[in-house]
């Protein structure tokens, strides 16, 4: 655990010093020094100033909170579900808060509420489909989790046929919603940042609250509710926050795949299955995977840029699968 | 901006743009070429397109297909528009003629053609400047002739007219045409010539951010029109950029295409904007993209524009 603080704090480190214009600790320091009254305006470039304070700052904490929101997301949903391949995809909240961002993008309405109207709509989308399919898989008092599941997939399959829709008879747009969906953290600045960290910190906390009862889960549904675990109250406090991590780092980020679904994985891996080691280390591990997947986007061809979707998926699955061939016996569950 | 001490180059932007507006001829019934034996003698014509695939016209294709907005463009400034059948879709949007045509496109994003519906038309030939696409094969395969151009250059673009109206039947129009647009351009870059190049970046999209480089035709233009372009050393033709070596770089000028945002106020305003010297001294322009991102007559009235953008006293 102190391997990853120590990790993040590398890594945040090196976000801000490289990129495009190298800026030098030195400089970063004295800077912020100065942001916090400390000492008086150093001799630093002007343009060093913006891109410090305004670009590589914001995106480097951007990284950070949509990273641990989406690693949290995960581990809440694999534990609930019990099942590996659950990410924060599976209950329809990505393919939601996508057809509320296209939705608006179509309708023109990007610029509402001070640019954060994409945001705004992605949120709603997320939430609302999470609440839908949460109550089509409700049969009488209880909430199967195969049932959830599949619920979850067929609601998801059926905004994706309402996105092309749209996104067919949508001529000039086509451009903004695609990049929307390939998902990024850059040039978004501060607002998106104000918007996202609060929820993510209250959909963080409901997790640390409930790492009992996801510990209880592992051992089945029914032993859970043996041991005092309230199940059904835990399923649908559990979903409801995976469901308001993942619609907020969606909705200020787009679709970036891979972070939700791997990183649970990888820390299984690493810290084993535990859920009180488990949960800080997804927080952890998902904010440095996707501040250096960001870093990388961004410096490999500079001042060029990849889709940060694409370095999740090639800088994460090579390393799960050396993980995986590594310590084959771990348990899933 | 207007207190500036400017030197009168004896051409004002007003006569640039009256003069690259006729080069376009858009339409207009002085450029139909005439339909007697002197269009018509070099046909058989066989010409090689962009792609590297014989084309051979037996005769004037009486019922044109066109599957870009600039191929759409030059056949109407040829004086063909009563023979184009087909277009591609909204954004065949020049002349105002060409909105009211039976429009090809097809699939999720409109690129792909309707291959049916172009035989339905009994299409002689299909003109498309984006490309290879998959849909060629068959269009060909069942006996309509594709050519193709692929311009990245002012001088690609009167190469290509001229091409084209060999393959039409109307080499002479498209010979007056190019000849009109060469003098304009001419006009453009020797008054060019004499301001000291503006730095400068244009917009093609925002979030992310994209540009052109080297290889585009819009990069061609910046550079005709007294720019020199901070994205010189761009591996690619539309590279996506960063908008902190934007920042660094700090252009002098900071052009955005028409359809990338709403007003410069609102490009001001984006994280890390207020750094820039552009944005600070109110050198934000909106530009007109179907003007300088199409290979066809209007491109010099794009020169024309940029041309002014980047040096407003003297094109004043």
């Known amino acids: ?333 | 901006m207007a207190t500036h001490p400017r030197r009168f180059l004896g051409i004002t932007l007003a006569a640039i743009v009256a003069f690259a507006a006729a080069a376009c001829g858009g339409g207009t019934p002085h450029a139909a070429p005439s339909s007697s034996g002197a269009t018509q003698s070099g046909f058989p014509v066989k010409l090689t397109d962009d792609d590297g695939v014989k084309v051979t016209m037996n005769a004037p294709p009486q019922r044109i297909v066109t599957f870009s907005p600039s191929d759409t463009e030059i056949v109407f400034a040829l004086g063909l528009g009563d023979r184009l059948v087909g277009v591609s879709g909204p954004a065949d949007d020049y002349p105002a003629a060409a909105k009211g045509i039976t429009q090809v496109g097809a699939g999720q994003f409109g690129t792909d053609l309707n291959v049916e519906k172009v035989v339905a038309l009994h299409a002689d030939v299909v003109l498309y400047s984006f490309g290879t696409a998959p849909w060629m094969a068959q269009v060909r395969k069942v006996g309509i002739p594709v050519f193709t151009t692929h311009a990245t250059s002012v001088d690609d673009t009167m190469h290509d007219i001229d091409t084209l109206g060999r393959l039409l039947g109307a080499s002479s129009a498209a010979t007056a045409l190019t000849a009109r647009m060469r003098r304009s351009a001419g006009l453009i870059e020797g008054s060019v010539a004499k301001q000291s190049a503006e730095t400068c970046f244009y917009e093609v999209g925002y979030n992310p951010l994209y540009t052109v480089g080297p290889g585009s035709l819009e990069y061609d233009l910046l550079q005709k029109a007294g720019c020199d372009p901070v994205t010189s050393g761009a591996k690619s033709a539309y590279p996506q950029w960063s908008v902190e070596a934007l920042v660094k770089e700090n252009p002098d000028v900071y052009l955005v295409a028409s359809e990338s945002a709403t007003s410069a106020q609102a490009v001001a305003k984006r994280p890390g904007y207020d750094g820039l010297t552009a944005v600070k001294q109110g050198r934000v322009d909106l530009v007109d993209s179907s003007l300088i991102s199409r290979p066809g007559p209007r491109l010099v009235q794009g020169l024309a524009v940029l041309a002014k953008d980047l040096h407003p006293e003297a094109f004043g």
Request: proline share 4%; charged share 10%.
């Open chain 1, 1 to 333: 655990m102190i391997v990853l603080v120590a990790g993040l704090a590398g890594a945040f480190l090196l976000a801000v010093g490289l990129g495009t214009v190298a800026v030098s600790p030195w400089d970063t320091t004295r800077l912020v020094a100065w942001k916090l009254h400390l000492i008086g305006h150093p001799h630093v470039a002007a343009s060093t100033q913006v891109i410090l304070f305004q670009l590589r700052l914001p995106r480097v904490l951007l990284a950070m909170v949509v990273g641990a929101a989406l690693a949290v997301a995960g581990t809440l949903f694999q534990g609930l579900f019990r099942n590996p391949m659950a990410d924060p995809a599976i209950i329809g909240v990505s393919s939601g808060a996508a057809l509320g961002a296209v939705v608006v993008i179509v309708a023109g309405g990007a610029a509402a509420l001070g640019g954060l109207g994409v945001s705004a709509a992605a949120f709603v989308g997320a939430i609302v489909t999470a609440f839908l399919v949460y109550r089509l898989a409700r049969i009488g008092p209880a909430t199967h989790v195969a049932t959830l599941l599949l619920a979850g997939i067929a609601i998801a399959s059926l905004i994706s046929g309402v996105i092309s829709i749209v996104m067919s008879l949508s001529g000039q747009e086509i451009r903004s919603i695609y990049f929307w969906l390939l998902g990024g953290v850059g040039d978004r600045g501060w607002s998106s940042l104000e918007v996202a960290t609060p929820l993510v910190a209250i959909g963080i906390a409901v997790a640390v609250v409930l790492v009992g009862d996801l510990n209880l889960m592992t051992m089945g549904e029914e032993r859970a509710s043996q041991l005092g675990s309230e199940v059904e109250r835990f399923k649908r406090i559990s979903l409801g926050a995976g469901a308001l991590l993942a619609a907020a780092a969606v909705s200020v980020s787009g679709v970036i795949g891979f972070v939700g679904l791997m990183t649970p994985h990888i820390m299984r891996l690493v810290v084993g299955s535990d859920h009180r080691r488990l949960l800080p280390a997804s927080i952890l591990g998902g904010a440095i995977f996707l501040v250096l997947a960001d870093l990388a986007a961004r410096t490999v061809i500079s001042p060029e840029e990849l889709p940060v979707g694409a370095v999740t998926a090639l800088l994460g699955a090579p390393f799960f699968l050396w993980l995986l061939r590594r310590q084959r016996q771990v348990s899933y569950a």
